[in-house]
């Protein structure tokens, strides 16, 4: 079995459109940098794995809406300076279309949530499976099998696996939540709990301890006890906010089959679109 690359489509377009010196333009001077980008990049990555099978998943324009019923400040800090990036979709899609690789956006769910469903059930198959994004998030989702792809790294630190987690944050993959919970993530406009950075969220967690666990640990001050209780209903929220979400979707079933596919270089791809001229 090949192993599956799951593609966060809007991350690669955000590094695509914003990740280069100078604006990539076609013979005729329209700014192509979004879309060229965003296959160059790709195939970056492609050259890295070898054959694998990918699929690309993008944010449904209401994804988010589940969650802002929760927390009204959810990622409400993203105000894009440029939303003319996005109309760089369509001929995206487009190129995605004519390599005949897969790629799914779905109204009502963030990409996130459609990533992590079909990533546990490939998972459990025990694929090895890379997801490329660099939103941290997805380090929920590392395993020994699952990785996170990240090209903006240096070369050596392309792939980050379970062990590199662990000796960077001193928490399991599977804790990252509960870290997060406590520290905050600014990426989604999540507050953590003051006076709760990473080490001493790490330190709390040490040993795979769990976030229930905590107030019978012994390991909380006067002080954190007192901060953590106080703040435990935001806690909880956090982790809610944080942790991706298992999706009963009939179309995911059907995504790892078909065509293992090779990336061809960017120009070729805007070629074979006519974008180039």
């Given at each position: 079995m090949v192993p599956l690359v799951v593609v966060d489509g809007h991350n690669l377009l955000f590094r695509a459109a914003f990740g280069f010196p100078t604006p990539i333009k076609s013979r005729s001077g329209v700014d192509r940098t979004a879309i060229f980008g965003f296959f160059a990049i790709a195939r970056k990555a492609a050259l890295e794995i070898g054959d694998a099978e990918w699929v690309v998943f993008f944010d449904g324009l209401q994804g988010t809406a589940s969650r802002l019923a929760e927390h009204e400040e959810y990622k409400a800090q993203r105000v894009l300076k440029d939303p003319t990036i996005f109309t760089a979709m369509p001929d995206i899609k487009?190129?995605?279309?004519?390599?005949?690789?897969?790629?799914?956006?779905?109204?009502?769910?963030?990409?996130?949530?459609?990533i992590s469903t079909l990533v546990t059930d490939e998972a459990q198959k025990g694929r090895d499976i890379y997801i490329m994004s660099t939103d941290k998030d997805f380090y929920q989702l590392v395993s020994q099998t699952t990785r996170i792809l990240n090209t903006a790294r240096k070369r050596e630190q392309w792939?980050?696996?379970?062990?590199?987690?662990?000796t960077q944050f001193g928490i399991a993959p599977a804790q990252w939540c509960d870290f997060r919970a406590l520290t905050g993530d600014p990426s989604d406009n999540i507050k953590g709990i003051a006076g709760i950075?990473?080490?001493t969220a790490a330190r709390l967690l040490a040993d795979g301890l769990q976030l229930e666990e905590l107030a019978a640990s012994g390991r909380l001050s006067k002080a954190l006890e007192a901060k953590v209780l106080d703040s435990w209903e935001k806690i909880q929220l956090n982790r809610r906010l944080l942790k991706m979400r298992y999706i009963t979707n009939p179309v995911l079933s059907t995504l790892t089959t078909g065509t293992i596919t090779s990336w061809p270089p960017a120009?070729?791809?805007?070629?074979?679109?006519?974008?180039?001229?």
């Open positions: 487009a190129g995605l279309d004519a390599l005949q690789i897969r790629w799914i956006e779905q109204e009502t769910y963030e990409a996130d949530d459609l792939i980050i696996q379970h062990e590199d987690i662990l950075g990473p080490r120009k070729d791809v805007l070629n074979q679109l006519q974008l180039w001229d």
